[in-house]
C-alpha cells in the first residue's frame, strides 16, 4: 500500500543550518546576490575587459541604423548639413545674423555639427538602458557598457561628417592651418563630457521612460542658448551678471567656441578679417566640464548598477 510523504518545508533550514539567518547562511556557504554591484575599481576593470565589446556593439548599431534607409550611410552627413541650410535661410538671411561674420557659413556649420554631437549623446544616452532589456536580461556584462557604445556611436558619425565639414569650411574661404590639431582634443574633452551626461541620462531614463518625450524640448532650449545660429555674447551684455556668467561656462558653448577657432580663428572678427587669440579660459572650462561630468555620471551610474534590467 502507498503512502504519500509529506512535501519537505522550504520555509526554513534544518538541521546544522537550523536558526540561521539568510544572511549567515549565505556567508557560511560563500554564496553572493546575484547582479550584486561590483566595486569601482572592479566595475572599470569589467569594463575595460569589455572594450572590444563596446567598439564592436557601437559600429554594429551604428551600420545597422540605416540598413532601412535607400541613401543608407550617407544621411549622417546629410541631416546635419540639411540642418544647416536651414538654419542658414532663418537665421542667416532671413534675421541677417550672416552680416555679423565674414564666413557665417563656416560658423554655422561648426555649430550644428559639435552640438549636434552633444545632442544624440543625451537622447541615445536616455534609452539606452530602457531600449536594451531584453539584452540586459540576457547577458552578464557592466551596464555602463551601453551607453559609453552609444556615445561612441555618435563620436563616429561626428568623425564621418568631420570629412564634409572640412569641405565646407575651405569652400567658405578659409585656409588649413596649425590650429586645426587642437580639433582633436577639444572633441576629446567633449566626448568625455558626452559620456557622463549619457550615464546620467541612461539611469533616470532607466526609471522614468517618460524623461525621453521631454528630452527634446530641453535640447531645442539648449539649442537656442548655445549660440548654434548667433553669437550669444552679443545679445547679453545688458543682463545680469550672473546670466552673462552661465551663459559664458555653457559647456555646448565651451565646445563649439573650442572647435570654431580650432577650425577657423579668422571668423571671430566682425568687421575685418584677422585671427584672434582664443581665451585660455575656454580650454579650462573644456577640461573642467569633460572630467566633472564624467566623474559624477560614472559614480551615478554605477551607484544603481544592480537595479538594471530588474522587475
Not at 157 to 175: D, K, R, Y
Not at 232 to 259: E, F, H
Request: proline share 5%.
Amino acid at each position: 500500500m502507498s503512502t504519500v510523504s509529506e512535501p519537505a518545508s522550504l520555509s526554513a533550514p534544518r538541521g546544522a543550518d537550523a536558526g540561521l539567518t539568510p544572511k549567515q547562511l549565505a556567508d557560511k556557504y560563500g554564496l553572493a546576490v546575484s547582479g550584486r554591484r561590483p566595486s569601482l575599481v572592479q566595475y572599470v576593470r569589467q569594463l575595460w575587459a569589455r572594450r572590444h565589446f563596446i567598439w564592436a556593439f557601437a559600429t554594429a548599431r551604428l551600420v545597422a541604423q540605416y540598413t532601412d534607409a535607400k541613401l543608407g550611410q550617407i544621411w549622417q552627413v546629410v541631416t546635419p548639413l540639411l540642418n544647416c541650410a536651414v538654419f542658414y535661410l532663418v537665421f542667416g538671411v532671413i534675421l541677417s545674423n550672416k552680416d555679423d561674420f565674414p564666413y557665417y557659413i563656416a560658423w554655422l556649420c561648426i555649430g550644428v555639427f559639435v552640438f549636434q554631437f552633444t545632442q544624440s549623446a543625451v537622447q541615445a544616452g536616455t534609452r539606452a538602458i530602457s531600449d536594451n532589456l531584453g539584452l540586459i536580461r540576457a547577458l552578464h556584462f557592466p551596464r555602463a557598457s551601453l551607453p559609453i557604445a552609444f556615445t561612441v556611436i555618435q563620436l563616429q558619425q561626428l568623425l564621418i561628417s568631420m570629412v564634409v565639414l572640412v569641405v565646407v569650411v575651405i569652400a567658405n574661404g578659409i585656409e588649413p592651418g596649425r590650429t586645426w590639431l587642437l580639433v582633436a582634443p577639444a572633441l576629446v574633452l567633449q566626448s568625455m563630457f558626452n559620456t557622463g551626461v549619457a550615464l546620467i541620462m541612461a539611469r533616470i531614463g532607466a526609471k522614468t521612460s517618460d524623461i525621453s518625450q521631454l528630452i527634446p524640448f530641453a535640447m531645442r532650449a539648449w539649442l537656442y542658448m548655445s549660440g548654434v545660429m548667433y553669437s550669444i555674447q552679443d545679445r547679453i551684455d545688458n543682463w545680469p551678471k550672473w546670466v552673462q556668467v552661465v551663459m559664458t561656462i555653457n559647456p555646448a558653448s565651451v565646445y563649439m567656441d573650442l572647435v570654431r577657432h580650432a577650425f577657423a580663428p579668422i571668423i571671430y572678427n566682425q568687421h575685418e578679417a584677422h585671427y584672434q587669440k582664443l581665451p585660455a579660459h575656454l580650454w579650462t572650462y573644456g577640461i573642467g566640464w569633460a572630467v566633472v561630468m564624467l566623474v559624477i555620471g560614472f559614480v551615478f551610474f554605477w551607484k544603481a548598477e544592480e537595479e538594471y534590467g530588474r522587475g
